[in-house]
Structures are given as structure tokens and as C-alpha cells.
């Protein structure tokens, strides 16, 4: 901007019109500009004798009431806190939380926001706790709140800090300390009781046989009668078991993946499986989803590790006659350089890995138009090296693989789901639903309506 064009005022839309003093340096309202129009937080600003320099607030809060004017000692209270600690974020009352910082002796209140949904019965609980009437509340949540703090703290301060640390320091006061010693001083007495975990075998041989895609071994391991209790995770018994349930779905799906399981399939499952939990009534139903669940785990590891070993073994090379094959015994027998051995290993596992990477990245672009073109740049792999990379380890061209994969969900959400053909084909990106009903008719012999009619699961 030259020094002949007028100033512009980004920041009247939002400025209370009987506060207009500068802030300092001028280029602070510029960055809590873009920090309303991202939070839609209300703002102070305060010059070091305590009197309002600013005032910012949302277009439609009027008629709301404001405890920074109406509750002097609180705040006095934010006030100090911004100067002792130079950047701040402090709850009050429960859900509602301030946030602040000092910049050139100045200092700046964001707030007051809620952490979940805004009700009226908070605000107006938050404004008879402050001398008003109802507060008017943005909902917000503690990381995008605090890292926005951490912003301007960052800019005009010059400090740098974690944000984790940050939020840790702001909510883990000692009271809290105090209560976790306690809880640990409690489950260290059950445990002298005769009342300890059970052993960490339990856990390693159920993990080990889903990542070995082994049901039979895994139901073995689930019926042994190991020692000790299960954590408690929460006061309320069918809470406390639903989180078990959540680690324990999410520890099959690390151990799926590490299978050989791909990635994106392994979370859809584990979402699944998740919710499930949520629902369950009873502590009984918990433990038989989660079980469900890593007995899915594990089958899905090895319909995975056969499709697999079937594609191997139909491409083995023929079988030497005896001759060449002894020759290459005696050969093997004598000293040989190890180096292209492991050259030829390393590039294998080289290809493999990125097989692996085209399949993760199929697997999140399920609902993306997906071409050799796309995957190739979003990749940064030559098109040519793509495609025959992946032809070579999967047996399929990668363009089929991709459409088998998109029939696959589409096949999901015929069963297990009430959208129509044409918005699973928008979900999906096909061009057409006729483009969709062709490929599905092609892959599985029969239409997507047919096939909904067979399969559909009813509840």
C-alpha cells in the first residue's frame, strides 16, 4: 500500500463504536482480525492503566450481557494473570474458558467461549456468576483456542512454546496432581490385595495372533484363564468397560496393520467397531463387540495374507530341471560377494513398501477421482514405474485395482446403508450412475439395485 491511499479499518465491522484508541504496534489488529473472523471471539484490549483501548465483538451479540464489565474483580484477576504469565488461558465455570496474553504492557482478553454447544442456560449461569445478564458464548475447542493465543504470543513476544505444554500447564493445577497421586497410591493397594492387571502375555499372544491373521489361536488365547483383573477406567462399571473395549479395538487395528492389513480398511473397521461400543447397554454386549471385533481383525489378516500367497504362487517361475539346480547348490556353496544379494532384497522391500503407499493412498482417496495422473504426481512416482510396479507385485492393473476397491465400499454401502444409487455414485465419483451401474454389473454380474434386494441387512 503507497502512502497516498487511505488507511482501511479492517477491523470496523467489528470495533465497539464508543472504543476507537490504537493498539500497539498497529499491525496487532490486523492479526486479531483474522482471529475473530476464524473463532468468532469476543476481544479486549487493555492499555497498562486498565482502561479499554478496544473492544471487538461478533456482529449479532447485541443485547448480551459482558462479566469483563460488569465483574471488576474478575477481571482484575485476568488482568494479573496476563502479567504474570505473559500468555494465559483459564476456565471458568466449567465449560467456559478466557484466554490471554500481554504485548507491549498491553494487555488482550479473548472470550469468554465454550468448550461443546452453546446453551442458554450456561450463559445465563456464566452472567449471574458475573453481575449480567446472559453471556454470549462462541463455541470453540481448547487446541484452536490456546494455538491461536500462542499465535499472537509467538509474534509479538517472540516466545515460542509447546502447545501441549501449554495447555498442560494451564488445566493440570496441583489439586489434580494430588488426585492422580492418590489414584495411583489406590490401584497400587488393589494390586497388594491380590488384585493386579492381567500380565502383559495375555495382551502380546491375543495382538500377536491377529497380526498373524490366526482366529483359531486368537479364540485359544481369549478363553485362557489368565490371572488378575481388567483395568478400571471409569467410576461407572459400563463406562469403564467401554473404554477397555475403544483400547482394545484400537490395539487390533494397530496389530491388523501391522499384518499386513491395509491401513485405511483398518481404521474404517475400528471406527465401526468404536461406535458399537458407544452403543452397547450393557457391559456384556461391550465384551462381545470387542471381541467381534478382533476376531474380524484377524480373519480380515488372513483373507489378506491368502489373496497374497494365491497371487505368489501363480507366479512362480517354472520349476528348473535338476541339473541347473544342482549346479546352483554348488554355486550357492562357494564364496560369493553378499552385496548383490542384498541389493536385489533391499530393492525388493523397496517395491514393496511402495505398493503399500499406492494401496494407504487408494484407500484415503476412496472418494476422490483417482487416474494414474493423480496418483502418480500426488505420489511422485513416474506413470510408467506406477503402473508397472504395481501390475508386477499385485497381479492387476493399478486403474482395476482402483475401481475393484471403489466396488468394494460401494458393495458396503448397498448392504449397510440407505443411500440411493445416485448419491453412493456421487459419494464414490463416478461420472455417471450409469458409468457405476456398468462397472458394478461388470465386477459382480449383477445391478446395484439386484444386488441391494439380495443383501440389503435389515435391523
Not at 181 to 210: F, Y
Not at 354 to 379: A, E, F, G, M, P
Not at 438 to 454: A, M, S, V
Request: net charge neutral; charged share 25%; glycine share 4%.
Amino acid at each position: 500500500m503507497s502512502e497516498q491511499e487511505p488507511h482501511l479499518d479492517w477491523l470496523a465491522p467489528y470495533r465497539h463504536p464508543s472504543i476507537s484508541a490504537a493498539l500497539s504496534p498497529a499491525n496487532l489488529e490486523y492479526y486479531i482480525k483474522f482471529i475473530i473472523q476464524m473463532l468468532h471471539v469476543q476481544v479486549h484490549c487493555y492499555s497498562q492503566d486498565g482502561s479499554l483501548l478496544l473492544k471487538l465483538v461478533a456482529e449479532h451479540n447485541e443485547g448480551f450481557g459482558d462479566p469483563l464489565e460488569s465483574d471488576p474483580d474478575f477481571l482484575a484477576e485476568l488482568k494479573d494473570k496476563a502479567q504474570q504469565e505473559r500468555v494465559f488461558i483459564l476456565s471458568d465455570h466449567g465449560p467456559i474458558i478466557y484466554g490471554g496474553l500481554c504485548v507491549n504492557e498491553q494487555v488482550i482478553i479473548l472470550g469468554p467461549v465454550i468448550i461443546g454447544t452453546p446453551q442458554d442456560d450456561i450463559g445465563k449461569l456464566h452472567g449471574m456468576r458475573h453481575h449480567c445478564v446472559r453471556a454470549y458464548l462462541t463455541k470453540a475447542d481448547v487446541p484452536s483456542f490456546s494455538s491461536a493465543l500462542l499465535l499472537l504470543h509467538s509474534i509479538f513476544n517472540g516466545e515460542n512454546l509447546s502447545l501441549s505444554a501449554f495447555i498442560a500447564r494451564s488445566f493440570l493445577n496441583s489439586t489434580i496432581l494430588k488426585s492422580l497421586d492418590r489414584k495411583v497410591s489406590d490401584i497400587t493397594a488393589l494390586n497388594i490385595e491380590g488384585q493386579p492387571h492381567h500380565p502383559l502375555s495375555m495382551e502380546t499372544r491375543v495382538l500377536e495372533n491377529i497380526r498373524l491373521g490366526n482366529p483359531a489361536k486368537l479364540m485359544e488365547s481369549l478363553d485362557y484363564p489368565y490371572p488378575g483383573r481388567r483395568g478400571t477406567l471409569a467410576r461407572d462399571p459400563l463406562r469403564s468397560e467401554k473404554n477397555i473395549g475403544i483400547i482394545d479395538v484400537t490395539l487390533s487395528a494397530r496389530a491388523a496393520i501391522s499384518g499386513g492389513l491395509e491401513v485405511e480398511r483398518a481404521y474404517v473397521v475400528a471406527d465401526a467397531f468404536i461406535l458399537q461400543v458407544e452403543d452397547a447397554k450393557s457391559p456384556q454386549e461391550v465384551f462381545a463387540v470387542k471381541t467381534a471385533a478382533q476376531l474380524r481383525f484377524a480373519q480380515l489378516v488372513k483373507e489378506n495374507s491368502s489373496t497374497a500367497e494365491d497371487y505368489l504362487k501363480l507366479n512362480q517361475p517354472p520349476a528348473r530341471p535338476a541339473a541347473v539346480a544342482a549346479a546352483n547348490t554348488a554355486a550357492q556353496t562357494a564364496p560369493v560377494a553378499e552385496t548383490p544379494a542384498a541389493t536385489e532384497e533391499s530393492a525388493l522391500e523397496r517395491q514393496d513398501k511402495i505398493v503399500l503407499t499406492i494401496k494407504n493412498y487408494v484407500q484415503r482417496s476412496i472418494n476422490s477421482k483417482l487416474s494414474i495422473d493423480s496418483i502418480s504426481r500426488d505420489l511422485r512416482l513416474s506413470k510408467s514405474y506406477l503402473q508397472q510396479i504395481f501390475k508386477q507385485k499385485e497381479g492387476v492393473s493399478l486403474m482395476r485395482y482402483c475401481r475393484r476397491e471403489k466396488l468394494k465400499v460401494a458393495e458396503q454401502l448397498l448392504r449397510d446403508s440407505d443411500y440411493s444409487i445416485a448419491e453412493i455414485t456421487s459419494m464414490l465419483n463416478f461420472c455417471s450412475q450409469s458409468h457405476f451401474t456398468q462397472c458394478f454389473k461388470k465386477e459382480n454380474g449383477i445391478t446395484p439395485d439386484i444386488y441391494r434386494l439380495k443383501n440389503k441387512v435389515t435391523i
